[in-house]
C-alpha cells in the first residue's frame, strides 16, 4: 500500500513538473512574441536598411540604365517626400501646443537650459573631432594629386573663389530667426552670396548671370549640387565682390520656430480665451501623428529604396571608399565615442538611469535619419518613439525636439572640425595652436548656424576653411563621400536633440509639477459660469466633455476691528 502510494504521488509530482515546464515555455514564448510586437517595427526597419544595402551592391554590377535608377529610388523619393510634407505642421503644432501649456518663466528657464546644452554639446563634439584628428592624421599629401586627378575629372579647377565669411553665417541666422514674412518664411530662406560688381544686369537685389560672363558652378555629385556653389573666374580678371542679400528655396524653420514659440508663450498668457486655439493646435499634432503611425509602415519599402539608389548613383564606390578611408574612419570613430561614452555618460550624470536602455529606445529614428541624412525628415518618427516607448513629457519634447532640429547639430560639429585639419594636413599645412583653437570655434558657431538639410555642412566648410587660411579648392574631394559621411552624422544630431529632452526634463522636473498644479487651476477657471449651460432641471452642465465642476465655498473670515 505504502508502495503504490509512493508510486501515485511520484506520478502526481511528474505531471506537476510537466505542468511546470509547459507554463514555463509558454511564458518563454509568450515573453519573446511580445518583445517581437513591441519591436517589430524596428526590426522591419533594420531590414529595410540591410535590403537596401544589399540591392544597391548586387546590381551595381548590372550597369543599369539611368531610368532604371530612378525606379530604383522612386518609391524612396515618395518616401522621403511624405515625411517632408509633415515637418511644418508638426513644428507648429508641437511648438505652439507645447509652449502654451507652460507659463512663461518656464518657457525661459527650458529654453535656457536647451540652449546651454546645444552649446556645450556642439563644443564638446568639435573638440573630439579636432582631436581625433590630430592624433590619427587622415590627411595623406601623397593622395591628393591622384584624389583629384580621379574624382575631379569633370569639375574645372577653382581658381579663384569667394565664399560667405562666418560673420556672413551669423548674420543670415539673425536674418532667418527674425523673418519679415512669415509666410515667406514656410517658403525661402536667406543668404548671403557675393557677386562681382562688374556684372551686367544687376539691379537691387536681383541678379542676372549672362552666359557669356557667368561663372562656371563647380560640383561633383549631385547632392552636393544642391547646397553647394562655387563660382569660377578666371585669374587674369579683377573682380571687386559686393555682397547681397537673396532668398533661396527651403524652408526657414528658424524663423517659424522663432514666432510659434512667441505665439505660444503669449497664448497661454490670456487665459481660457485662448483655449480653443490651444486644442486647435494639439488636435493638429494629434492627427499628425496618427498620420506618422501611417507612414511607418512604409518605411521598409522608403529606407531600403533611398539606400539601394544613393548606392547606385555613387560612381565609383570602392575608390572614393579607399582614398579617403582614414577620414571616414576618423569621422565614424568620433561618432561612435561620442553615441556610445559622451552622451551615455551625460545621461547617467544628470538622470542616475541605465542610458543603454534609452538608447535602445530610439533605434528606428536613428534608422531613419541613417537612410534619409536629415534629422527633420526624421523628426516625426522621433516625436512618437520619445513620446510613446520612452514616455518623455511631451511638453519638453514639443519644445525641444524643432528647435534642436534646426540648430544643434553635433555631428556637424564634428564633420567640420576633422574635415577642416584633414585639408590642412593634405596641403601640408602646419596649424599652430591659435588656428587649431579657431577651428573649434568656428566648428562650434558655424554648426549652430546649419540648415537641417542634406550636406547642408559643405558650405559650413568653406567658412571653416577660410578662417585658417587652408585651400578651398581641396573641399570638393569630399563631395563624393558626403552621401554616406553625412548619414553618420546626422545620427549625432538625431541623438543629441533625444538626450537634450531627457535630461531638460529631468532638470526642469520640480517647475512642471508646478506647472501641472497652475493647468490644474487654469482649468477649473475656465469651466466657470459662462462655459456652462442650464440643463431642463436648471442646473449647470457643462459645455466641455469629460469635465467635473467642483462648487467650492470659500469663506471669508470677517474682522471684528
Not at 501515485?8 to 509547459?22: I, M, N, V
Not at 563647380?218 to 547681397?244: H, K
Not at 601640408?428 to 591659435?434: D, I
Request: charge should be neutral; proline fraction near 3%; hydrophobic fraction near 50%.
Amino acid at each position: 500500500m505504502a508502495q503504490s502510494q509512493q508510486s501515485f504521488l511520484k506520478q502526481e509530482a511528474g505531471q506537476l513538473s510537466r505542468e511546470d515546464t509547459l507554463l514555463k515555455m509558454a511564458d518563454h514564448r509568450s515573453s519573446w512574441s511580445r518583445v517581437l510586437a513591441d519591436n517589430k517595427l524596428i526590426l522591419i526597419t533594420l531590414s529595410g536598411v540591410l535590403l537596401g544595402v544589399i540591392i544597391g551592391f548586387t546590381f551595381r554590377p548590372l550597369g543599369l540604365s539611368s531610368d532604371s535608377l530612378m525606379l530604383i529610388a522612386y518609391p524612396g523619393e515618395l518616401f522621403m517626400r511624405v515625411l517632408k510634407l509633415m515637418i511644418l505642421p508638426l513644428v507648429i503644432a508641437s511648438l505652439i501646443s507645447g509652449s502654451s501649456s507652460l507659463n512663461a518663466k518656464l518657457n525661459g528657464k527650458i529654453a535656457l537650459r536647451t540652449f546651454v546644452y546645444f552649446l556645450t554639446t556642439s563644443l564638446l563634439n568639435a573638440i573630439l573631432g579636432t582631436t581625433l584628428a590630430l592624433i590619427i592624421h587622415p590627411g595623406n599629401p601623397t593622395a591628393e594629386s591622384a584624389a583629384h586627378t580621379e574624382l575631379l575629372r569633370d569639375t574645372a579647377p577653382l581658381n579663384k573663389a569667394k565664399t560667405v565669411s562666418l560673420m556672413d553665417s551669423v548674420l543670415d541666422l539673425g536674418r532667418n530667426i527674425f523673418p519679415d514674412n512669415i509666410f515667406q518664411a514656410a517658403l525661402q530662406q536667406a543668404h548671403t552670396v557675393y557677386v562681382p560688381k562688374e556684372l551686367p544686369g544687376m539691379v537691387g537685389n536681383d541678379t542676372e548671370l549672362s552666359h557669356t560672363s557667368a561663372p562656371v558652378m563647380a560640383s561633383s555629385s549631385a547632392s552636393a549640387s544642391s547646397s553647394v556653389n562655387l563660382m569660377e573666374w578666371s585669374a587674369e580678371q579683377n573682380v571687386e565682390w559686393i555682397r547681397i542679400v537673396e532668398y533661396r528655396s527651403g524652408t526657414n524653420s528658424l524663423g517659424i520656430v522663432f514666432f510659434c514659440l512667441v505665439f505660444g508663450t503669449l497664448l497661454g498668457t490670456i487665459g481660457r480665451k485662448g483655449y480653443v486655439v490651444v486644442q486647435f493646435f494639439s488636435a493638429i499634432f494629434d492627427v499628425i501623428m496618427k498620420m506618422v503611425t501611417g507612414v511607418m509602415w512604409l518605411t521598409p519599402i522608403g529606407i531600403s529604396s533611398v539606400i539601394a539608389g544613393k548606392i547606385l548613383s555613387v560612381d565609383d564606390v570602392g575608390f572614393v571608399m579607399t582614398q579617403l578611408a582614414w577620414f571616414i574612419f576618423t569621422i565614424a570613430l568620433g561618432v561612435f565615442l561620442y553615441q556610445w561614452i559622451i552622451l551615455q555618460a551625460i545621461y547617467f550624470v544628470f538622470l542616475r538611469k541605465n542610458p543603454f536602455r534609452f538608447y535602445l529606445g530610439l533605434v528606428q529614428p536613428i534608422l531613419t535619419g541613417f537612410a534619409t541624412a536629415s534629422t527633420a525628415a526624421a523628426l516625426p518618427l522621433t516625436f512618437r518613439c520619445m513620446n510613446e516607448r520612452l514616455k518623455i513629457d511631451s511638453r519638453i519634447t514639443r519644445f525641444v525636439l524643432p528647435i534642436g532640429c534646426n540648430i544643434n547639430m553635433d555631428g556637424t560639429a564634428l564633420f567640420i572640425a576633422v574635415a577642416s585639419i584633414f585639408i590642412a594636413q593634405m596641403s601640408n599645412m602646419s596649424l599652430n595652436v591659435g588656428q587649431v583653437v579657431t577651428v573649434v570655434l568656428t566648428s562650434t558657431a558655424a554648426s549652430m548656424s546649419s540648415a537641417s538639410i542634406p550636406s547642408a555642412a559643405l558650405v559650413l566648410l568653406l567658412i571653416a576653411l577660410s578662417a585658417i587660411d587652408a585651400p578651398i579648392n581641396n573641399a570638393t574631394l569630399l563631395f563624393a563621400i558626403d552621401w554616406f559621411v553625412d548619414r553618420i552624422r546626422t545620427t549625432n544630431n538625431l541623438l543629441g536633440d533625444c538626450y537634450a529632452a531627457a535630461v531638460v526634463e529631468h532638470l526642469s522636473r520640480n517647475e512642471l509639477k508646478i506647472s501641472d498644479i497652475d493647468a490644474y487651476y487654469k482649468d477649473d477657471d475656465i469651466t466657470s459660469d459662462d462655459q456652462c449651460e442650464q440643463d431642463v432641471n436648471g442646473k449647470r452642465k457643462l459645455s466641455f466633455p469629460n469635465s467635473v465642476i467642483l462648487n467650492v465655498e470659500v469663506s471669508t473670515p470677517v474682522s471684528n476691528t
